[in-house]
């Protein structure tokens, strides 16, 4: 049973989260979201876009997560993929969301039980008007069984702090 819920400090706007199928660039372990059901993301007005719509530290969108994937450009980075969202009504108590939800921690990533996030947002979610996200379609790309090995063998000398050419990877058929 999913009870935890991630709150993400972003620098991206709506049009940018619809444009990647999420919320994207997190160091964040796959693991610690299987748990998770919701992301709330929250404007981080110091980072990315600046528009005049959201403040800095206000909640505005809430998203049901599908998947979380491994972005190929940027190493051990994820990309929250969203498969429904909500934009968020301009209300007050929204605007201190970062600092009330998280204490205005520095690290970007936070994570709380659902039942006291859907306390805080005062939002009725089951008769929300959810919309779905459409997600970008991956471009297939073909690598010689050479180029698999060898980028495993690279991501795994990474995460073992080693030299790639300490890791040997048998295959047998």
């Known amino acids: 049973m999913k009870n935890q819920s991630v709150i993400v400090f972003s620098g991206e706007d709506i049009d940018v989260i ?8 997190w160091v964040i372990k796959t693991e610690k979201l299987t748990q998770t059901e919701y992301v709330l993301v929250v404007r981080n007005a110091k980072k990315g876009f600046n528009d005049d719509m959201y403040e800095h530290g206000q909640a505005f969108l809430l998203g049901k997560i599908q998947a979380i994937k491994e972005l190929k450009d940027e190493s051990n980075r994820k990309l929250i993929q969203i498969s429904e969202f909500i934009e968020l009504p301009q209300q007050e108590h929204l605007k201190d969301a970062w600092k009330t939800l998280t204490g205005s ?6 994570y ?3 039942s006291e996030l859907i ?5 009725d979610l089951i008769h929300a008007d959810w919309q779905i996200m459409q997600q970008v379609e991956e471009e297939e790309v073909n690598l010689s069984l050479a180029d698999i090995i060898n ?6 000398a990474k995460a073992a702090k080693v030299d790639g050419s300490k890791v040997n990877i048998q295959i047998s058929f």
């Open 18 to 25: 619809k444009q990647q199928g999420g919320t994207g660039n």
């Open 105 to 110: 921690q520095r690290y970007p990533v936070s």
């Open 119 to 123: 306390a805080y947002l005062r939002f």
């Open 112 to 114: 709380k039980e659902t």
């Open 151 to 156: 980028e495993a063998r690279q991501k795994i």
